[in-house]
């Protein structure tokens, strides 16, 4: 019978499907391609993909804006594709969860037209949310709410009402209130259930249950209780989220095994829990590292939060350094300190970019593989995002005319936006769109820097990223064991050291200069160092700086 509890530990690896491979040469990645690349992911030793959006949709959002529920996207694939792709995961032992976007639809979903056709107050326009607006014939909007991309987040429609979008224009609010939307979504866990998926990742799990009942406060307001999230807000982390996932988890369970959940939740740390609980998704992500600065005291004190966490939930922990949000970590990792703040990177630098002017990219790419054996050695299941395997940084010079993100467009202070984490992947060093497709096209110009980041060349050296993550991966399966944790005091304030069951013994040096590991650690055998380690300094316990070391 098949584990139940695949998921607890899994090495999870984040496909992007319109970059990730192109089989046709159009310059979007495709679900033929994905296929196509299936030994990779398999010499690489991921449990599972987690692809992003790949249904029908206009792109207002890179595909978060879904025209259909229940359909492959025509450039990506067919349904057929869809099948022999799942056929060729499950083949390799490589699990498969799918995005779920229950928040918002696309303005194109065949039950938005529905809406818009439709009189006021007609249950067509109850499966969104509608409202008059204000003034005498409703040309104002009904409160002064900003989107989260920005602008309004209301949209008039020209009959005095308005609807809402937390997101862009094109993405109007479901109304989760309503039965037909919650039973529509329970179809569709089913469709892809039904055709071999093994779990979701849902989009803005927080914010599905929405209470507009009450006269609607100012956005001020709003924005000044929304972290003291005590579940009187009324767009996020409500508490009849319990009730609609809880519909989700029956679903869940008509399978064997089970389809497992992890939730997208920009909540506290300290309102994760029913996110993660049995009852209801299962997992939730902890953005907490992806957040954090190189620094131990940092990643001690999430560590230690997490575990707790875990411990009190029942799920497993999930560790996540980026995904296609966030500027990547190798480039998070080399800004000068002056750009972090108090124990967080800059937020502006996390999810708006800055000037490339300001990044040490050596320095950068040496933390990436240090955290990234430090994560990997950590309870739970880690979550790597396409490319951070091969080292990539965040792509800079892209020309504004071929941006693409809508926080780009939209955000007020938003330099760059989110495309340079999106940019395809460079597999073959010297070919046409570093062998992204068999065409040059590629939806997002690639850099020329990006040969020396192709799998090609890094597959050829021991001492690449790429190898460090192949070797790490397998290592990890072999000494995977209880998922329990125990700190090893070691006395040296920029090292964090701690011990898995079985001995495997995980240090990293956080600091920028060598240390050396107290009597009794020295004689461990060193099984894997992110950065080189001269013999010698290996057998004094000499650990370099910024650098893990994996023992035993
Ligand atoms: O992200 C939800 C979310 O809150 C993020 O939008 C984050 O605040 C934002 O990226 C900062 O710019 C999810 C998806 O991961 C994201 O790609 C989508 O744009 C968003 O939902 C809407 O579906
Ligand atoms: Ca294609």
Excluded at 403 to 412: C, E, G, K, V
Excluded at 434 to 441: E, K, N, T
Aim: aromatic share 10%; hydrophobic share 40%; with cysteine.
């Amino acid at each position: 019978a098949a584990d139940p509890d695949w998921w607890r530990q899994a090495a999870v690896y984040q496909i992007y499907p319109r970059s990730f491979a192109d089989s046709n040469g159009d310059g979007i990645g495709d679900l033929p391609g994905i296929t196509s690349r299936v030994p990779y992911l398999v010499e690489l030793g991921v449990d599972a993909v987690w692809l992003s959006p790949f249904y029908p949709s206009a792109l207002a959002d890179g595909g978060y804006d879904v025209d259909d529920y229940r359909n492959v996207d025509p450039r990506l694939g067919t349904l057929d594709d869809f099948d022999e792709m799942v056929a060729a995961l499950h083949a390799a032992g490589i699990r498969i969860i799918a995005d779920i976007v229950p928040n918002h639809s696309s303005n194109l979903h065949e039950w938005f037209r529905e809406a818009l056709a439709a009189p006021k107050g007609s249950a067509a326009r109850d499966r969104y949310i509608f409202r008059d607006g204000e003034g005498p014939d409703g040309s104002e909007p009904p409160s002064d709410w900003l989107s989260i991309f920005g602008g309004p987040a209301w949209h008039p429609v020209g009959d005095g009402q308005w609807y809402l979008h937390l997101f862009a224009p094109e993405q109007p609010d479901l109304n989760w209130a309503n039965r037909e939307v919650r039973d529509d979504f329970l179809r569709t866990i089913r469709f892809w259930s039904d055709r071999g998926v093994d779990g979701f990742r849902v989009d803005v799990a927080h914010g599905l249950a929405k209470d507009l009942t009450a006269p609607l406060r100012s956005h001020a307001e709003l924005e000044a209780t929304k972290l003291a999230a005590d579940g009187s807000h009324p767009l996020w982390d409500r508490e009849e989220l319990d009730e609609i996932y809880a519909e989700w988890r029956e679903v869940f369970d008509e399978y064997d095994p089970p389809r497992i959940a992890v939730a997208e939740a920009w909540v506290a740390p300290t309102r994760r829990h029913r996110y993660a609980a049995e009852t209801s998704l299962g997992q939730a992500f902890n953005f907490d590292l992806l957040r954090a600065n190189f620094s131990s005291e940092e990643f001690h004190e999430i560590v230690d939060r997490n575990m707790e966490f875990a411990a009190e939930t029942g799920s497993s922990n999930t560790w996540v350094f980026s995904n296609h949000d966030v500027v990547r970590h190798a480039t998070r990792y080399g800004l000068p300190a002056d750009l972090s703040g108090e124990g967080e990177v800059g937020k502006d630098w996390l999810l708006r970019g800055g000037p490339a002017s300001e990044v040490d990219a050596a320095l950068g790419l040496r933390r990436a593989r240090a955290a990234t054996l430090f994560l990997l050695g950590l309870p739970g299941s880690a979550y790597l995002y396409q490319g951070e395997e091969l080292g990539l940084p965040e792509v800079a010079e892209i020309p504004d005319a071929s941006r693409q993100d809508p926080t780009f467009f939209r955000s007020p202070g938003v330099e760059v936006g989110r495309d340079g984490c999106r940019v395809p992947l460079p597999w073959v060093a010297d070919a046409p769109s570093f062998g992204f497709g068999p065409s040059a096209a590629s939806h997002l110009p690639q850099p020329a820097w990006f040969s020396s980041f192709a799998v090609d060349v890094q597959s050829a050296d021991p001492s690449s990223t790429l190898s460090m993550y192949r070797r790490a991966l397998a290592l990890r399966h072999e000494l995977q064991g209880l998922e329990q944790l125990a700190w090893i005091s070691v006395e040296l304030p920029s090292v964090l050291a701690f011990q898995r069951p079985g001995g495997w013994t995980v240090v990293t040096n956080f600091g920028s200069s060598s240390v050396t590991l107290p009597d009794g650690m020295r004689e461990l055998e060193v099984l894997l160092s992110s950065a080189p380690l001269d013999p010698a300094d290996a057998a004094a316990g000499v650990v370099p700086p910024a650098a893990t070391v994996w023992l035993r």
